[in-house]
Each structure stands twice: as structure tokens, then as C-alpha cells.
T-cell receptor, first 113, second 117 residues
Framework: ETGVTQSPTHLIKTRGQQVTLRCSSQ?????VSWYQQALGQGPQFIFQYYREEENGRGNFPPRFSGLQFPNYSSELNVNALELDDSALYLC????????????FGPGTRLTVT | AQKITQTQPGMFVQEKEAVTLDCTYDTSDQSYGLFWYKQPSSGEMIFLIY??????QNATEGRYSLNFQKARKSANLVISASQLGDSAMYFC??????????????FGQGTTLQVKP
């Protein structure tokens, strides 16, 4: 069974630009969650997608948006990038029938200059 | 509100010894799940162990065990026979929501573990 993959691995953007991060969920998992992890902190929940719809959102502004596709892969889009958006972005895939499984991808490290 | 507290910013342990990483949680839900993850310097978040709130037995996975004390709302991770490769950041997390709803994970601040040779 394939694990969770994310692309790109690293990304450097300028303040005000837009970025798209991608995540492929683990085989058999239909739910994808996105997290932001600032340096030295624990991950913070951004939002979750289930059956192509947003299913819960954390305390993040609307310029953070997402998509889930029929194959359960997902995108995280961030508009009007700010310096504080610099972080490691992690996605996690899970299954509603096996809630103890929450597997993370390797993350995308975003630097905003 | 749900909260995870890890009070040990950093820990040292001698190779081959056991170490306990502390985690306390706060929730008003009757049904919840507790997770431990390991995060090496590479950044990937590696799942270690899971404990459901209704599980009567403490979870074990190889060298990892979870000391679950529900009345005290603690879920400490015990690593036996520490290895140099165990050096990493460790996060305790709680799944918010009822069984059948994957829910979001709430993370603690993490504990950095360094294993000395």
C-alpha cells in the first residue's frame, strides 16, 4: 500500500504571491487534513476534506482554501502570502472506518520572503 | 476546549535505557483518541501509537507503550531500550470528535528527546 505523498518538498515564494501545495492520500483513505507547523511548534489544523467537501476548519483566514479530487488527493491553496505563512505544511490521510489511522506525508516547507 | 499539554521541552536518555514522555489532555468528550508521533529533523510525522478512550488495555507497539490514566487525563509515552535513532521531537495529539468521525488532531508543543551513546 502506498503512503501519503506531498509535493513540492520545498518552495520559496515572495510576499503577496499565491501557492498551491499537493497531497496524495494513502491507499484506502478518503479523508485528507491539512496542518501548518511553524518552527518549534506543534502542527495546527487548517481544514479537512471528505468526499470532496470541506469538513471542518481551524482558525485560518479565507485566503487558505482547498480542494479534494475524486481520487481523494487534495490541494491547499494560499493567496496573498504573508511572511508568517512560512512553515512546514503537512497533510494527513485517514479513514472514517479506521479512525486510529492518521498518517502524515513528509510535508512541504514553504518560505515566504 | 480541548487541549494537549507536554511539559517537558527537552529530555535526555542514555542509550538502552527507558524513558517516559509526559502528556496530559483536557476534553469534555467521552469519546476521543490519543496519538503519539515522532518527528525527526527531516520533518516527516511518523505515527507511533494510538489509544482510544474506551480501550481498557494500555496500547503497545514494539518498544513503545502508552501509559493511559483516564482519571488523571494523562497519556504518557514509554520508550523502552532507547536507541540513537530515537532522537527526535515527539508530539502527543488528541483526535477531536466521536468515533466514526475522523475529526481534527490537536497537538501539544512537543518534547525533544536526545539519546546519548
Amino acid at each position: 500500500e502506498t503512503g501519503v505523498t506531498q509535493s513540492p518538498t520545498h518552495l520559496i515564494k515572495t510576499r503577496g504571491q499565491q501557492v498551491t501545495l499537493r497531497c496524495s492520500s494513502q491507499s484506502g483513505h478518503n479523508t485528507v487534513s491539512w496542518y501548518q507547523q511553524a518552527l518549534g511548534q506543534g502542527p495546527q489544523f487548517i481544514f479537512q476534506y471528505y468526499r470532496e467537501e470541506e469538513n471542518g476548519r481551524g482558525n485560518f483566514p479565507p485566503r487558505f482554501s482547498g480542494l479534494q479530487f475524486p481520487n481523494y488527493s487534495s490541494e491547499l491553496n494560499v493567496n496573498a502570502l504573508e511572511l508568517d505563512d512560512s512553515a512546514l505544511y503537512l497533510c494527513a490521510s485517514s479513514s472514517r472506518t479506521r479512525t486510529y489511522e492518521q498518517y502524515f506525508g513528509p510535508g512541504t516547507r514553504l518560505t515566504v520572503t | 476546549a480541548q487541549k494537549i499539554t507536554q511539559t517537558q521541552p527537552g529530555m535526555f536518555v542514555q542509550e538502552k535505557e527507558a524513558v517516559t514522555l509526559d502528556c496530559t489532555y483536557d476534553t469534555s468528550d467521552q469519546s476521543y483518541g490519543l496519538f503519539w508521533y515522532k518527528q525527526p529533523s527531516s520533518g516527516e510525522m511518523i505515527f507511533l501509537i494510538y489509544q482510544g478512550s474506551y480501550d481498557e488495555q494500555n496500547a503497545t507497539e514494539g518498544r513503545y507503550s502508552l501509559n493511559f490514566q483516564k482519571a488523571r487525563k494523562s497519556a504518557n509515552l514509554v520508550i523502552s531500550a532507547s536507541q540513537l535513532g530515537d532522537s527526535a521531537m515527539y508530539f502527543c495529539a488528541m483526535r477531536e470528535g466521536q468515533l466514526g468521525n475522523t475529526g481534527k488532531l490537536i497537538f501539544g508543543q512537543g518534547t525533544t528527546l536526545q539519546v546519548k551513546p
